[in-house]
């Protein structure tokens, strides 16, 4: 059993008790299921990130946490929000949730009393270059990591990192965390008009892409009042980025932001066709196809040429014969 060395704690950092807001939700996200949050930084953003995007205030990067709650009163407020609904117990924070300095002795502690509730953690990957963090996410069932960009110029205009923090690096422990990970691991790609949008920038990912062991790829983008004027995307405009992906890459369309309805009719060999280039969601199917292609894919599962395959809490339509070529996930 971990000992949790608390008078350390107190003795190097300040302590910050935010009880009330340590604990949200839970949360029904499509995504993950029944969340309850958990936030690393409650009182203040703490972030090694200064993302365009960020729905938070723009905040002066950090490369570690100055304002620390402890394991306990992390433990103490999970205990009495805890209970057999809860999908997952999932790790954010205002910030980067990784700088916070306890999070190795505190995954130990959720393992201890979350019984079948899987954990999860939300992260902007920039700390798998420590090794302490690196192994510490081992631990988790399921692990949420961001690569908005791989191209060094894009990425520093985006996610405005802390000053030595360097894309390449990311890139490479990435691709290393995957391949020793055991659990469920999502990749997530946030999209912004005009950045990380183009066409070379997606042809840089799609070669990064397929040497990470993710059982799903999530494409995203500002669904909230960002803190700087930049904008996001449209569903469409996801929808097409989605269809210049390796086929072979697990790709959802995450947002809905935006989607217009664009029913039109299809046949059974392009929706074969369809579901070959991009498995979709019923989400999407919902947004693509018109009542007479719903039918003619209900009957193409009927006839096993279409089969439903789940990755997470989310069910994608895909060709049976697909299967053993898409990529194997955890």
């Known amino acids: 059993m971990c000992q949790l060395n608390m008078q350390n704690i107190l003795s190097t ?14 949360i029904n996200s499509r995504r993950f299921g029944m969340s309850l949050g958990i936030d690393l930084s409650p009182s203040t953003k703490q972030c090694n990130f200064d993302c365009l995007y960020c729905e938070l205030a723009p905040t002066a990067t950090v490369n570690k946490q100055t304002e620390v709650i402890t394991v306990e009163e992390v433990i103490n407020e999970l205990k009495k929000h805890l209970h057999d609904k809860i999908d997952v117990i999932t790790l954010t924070a205002n910030g980067e949730p990784t700088l916070y300095p306890y999070l ?22 920039a700390t798998l270059s420590d090794e302490k963090v690196f192994h510490s996410l081992l631990k988790l069932d399921e692990v949420k990591l961001s690569l908005d960009a791989v191209s060094p110029d894009v990425f520093k205009k985006i996610d405005r990192p802390f000053h030595d923090i ?16 055991k659990g469920k691991l999502f990749i997530e790609i946030l999209f912004v008009h005009e950045l990380n949008d183009t066409k070379e920038e997606i042809m840089k990912l799609n070669a990064v892409l397929p040497q990470v062991n993710a059982a799903r790829i999530d494409l995203n983008t500002i669904d909230r009042p960002p803190a700087y004027p930049v904008m996001g995307i449209s ?7 989605a269809q210049q992906f390796d086929k072979k890459l697990p790709i959802h369309i995450a947002s809905r932001t935006h989607a217009e309805p664009n029913n039109v009719y299809h046949t059974k060999e392009e929706i074969l066709n369809t579901l070959d280039k991009r498995p979709l969601t019923m989400d ?21 040429e279409v089969s439903i395959k789940k990755v997470g ?13 898409k990529k194997k996930t955890h």
Do not use: M
């Not at 360097?166 to 990970?181: G, L, M, P, R």
């Not at 999407?284 to 096993?304: P, R, Y």
């Open 104 to 125: 190795d002795e505190l995954i130990d502690a959720i393992n201890k009393i979350k019984g079948q509730t899987n954990t999860l953690i939300l992260t902007n990957s």
């Open 13 to 26: 950092n300040a302590i910050v008790s935010a009880k009330n807001n340590i604990i949200f939700g839970p």
């Open 166 to 181: 360097h894309i390449e690096d990311i890139v490479a422990n990435v691709i290393e965390f995957s391949k020793v990970y």
């Open 313 to 325: 809490k989310l069910e994608f339509y895909i060709p049976t014969k697909n299967f053993k070529r």
């Open 284 to 304: 999407d199917i919902n947004l693509l196809f018109d009542d007479a292609s719903k039918h003619s894919l209900e009957e193409l599962l009927q006839t096993e």
């Open 235 to 241: 569903y469409k405009e996801l929808h097409t980025i």
